[in-house]
């Protein structure tokens, strides 16, 4: 198993996490706009967030959790 990445497409507010490099076999939607990445045992690899910038607002930002942080400057790799 790889290190985890994380990748935010700006252009199309999408939010990649990629926990394995193995290829995807399926998928599971979690809710509208969350996808569980699987691969051919049903594992968990990677988790797709689309509209990324507002489930950050709404699930991270306004529970005081990172409280002045801006979702532009989160580095990722």
Excluded: W
């Amino acid at each position: 198993m790889s290190k985890p990445k994380m990748t935010y497409f700006e252009k199309e507010d999408i939010l990649h996490l990629v926990i394995s490099d193995e290829p995807e076999s399926d998928s599971i939607e979690l809710s509208p706009n969350i996808t569980a990445e699987l691969n051919d045992n049903g594992e968990l690899i990677g988790i797709e967030i689309l509209n990324a910038s507002v489930f950050i607002q709404e699930t991270v930002l306004d529970t005081g959790f990172a409280k002045g942080l801006s979702f532009a400057s989160i580095q990722t790799s």
